[in-house]
């Protein structure tokens, strides 16, 4: 078979390889972004699909609109309103499959082959992804605690001519579960609107907090003009409906619809019309509410898990929200070699050289916690400290 050249960029995940050895029932797993599967409003959704069908059977079942299912589009504007301060209405969004497919569409919007991409050093592995397979040309900006580093930016930025887009996570980011403060996301906004640069602002984490205070994002503030927005409903109700939408300009949305017409002529209607039923007969933000208590709780016991199992010069984040958290690990430690050892142990996590675009740190891991329950958490990650000083040791 004579394949296209973008498919040379493109290599299996190490993400998505492990989670077919962590559907083992044995396995305690770190590794994927999974919510807990407990937690699914599994009866609601049952009570939901059964109204939906019969009250409007015909119409969830046949094709529909490729903008998307008019009255979810109003509930998600009018949401995103009052949580963010937009003023949006249906005209600025996009029902998608999940944030991933937001991603690849504005990818197909925005990236010609040798495009610059600039983002998060780590990053969401799949975002790269996405750009490589536009042939585009991925380059790591430096972070610190509070985000991008706007030095390191403008550097970039003046160096490197052809910069098409900023990719960010700036709530609970994944990998490494960091929030940016209010005062970095207006320096990098304004920055990215003086090299005319667009911003691609990924925030499926933002509703998941634990603990600090909420800041707008960037696509809230008035000089957002080249910032679009993805959400998605996979972590505030299931992954599985694979449902998520883009939030950005009219001009912008009328183009991403004419590709999202040939990529797969519109999202599934009757998922569409499950959620908008399941948000009319249910209190979404109590689901989230519990679901906020639940995550809190497994966070707090994975950061004293750490403190109390692994070496005292390993450095962590703390996260104030999402899934992750991630790890420095003392040198020489190859957390890839680790993960074959964890694996015998039956645990499993992430190394975090693939989160690199460019320049891999062998000594990082990222852990999820939001689908092991405490107990299996303070197991699991005594194991993982054990590896980790067995190792340092040799
Ligand atoms: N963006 C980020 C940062 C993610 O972590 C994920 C998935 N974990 C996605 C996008 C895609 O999620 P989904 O397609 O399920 O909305």
Known sequence: MKYANRMKNLHASEIRELLKITERPDIISFAGGLPAAELFPIEEMAAVSATVLKEHGEKALQYSTTEGFQPLRKWIAERENQRIKTKLTEENLLITHGSQQALDLVGKLLINKGDVILCESPTYLSALNVFKTFEGQVLEVQTDQDGMIVSDLERLLKETPNVKLLYVIPTFQNPSGKTWSLERKKQILAVANRYDVAIVEDAPYEELRYSGEFTLPMFSFPESKNVIRTGSFSKILCPGLRLGWIAADVEVIEKLVLIKQSTDLQCNTFTQMQIVQFVQENDLDAHIARLIQAYRSRRDAAISAIKKYFPENTHYTRPEGGLFIWLELPEPLNT????????????????????????????????????????????????????VHEELAK
Do not use: D, Q, W
């Open 336 to 387: 890839t070699a680790l993960l074959e050892k964890s694996l015998e142990r039956n645990v499993a996590f992430v190394s975090g050289e693939s989160f690199y675009a460019e320049h891999p740190r062998y000594n990082t891991m990222r852990l999820n916690f939001s689908c092991m329950n405490e107990e299996n958490i303070e197991i699991g990650f005594k194991i993982l400290g054990e590896l």
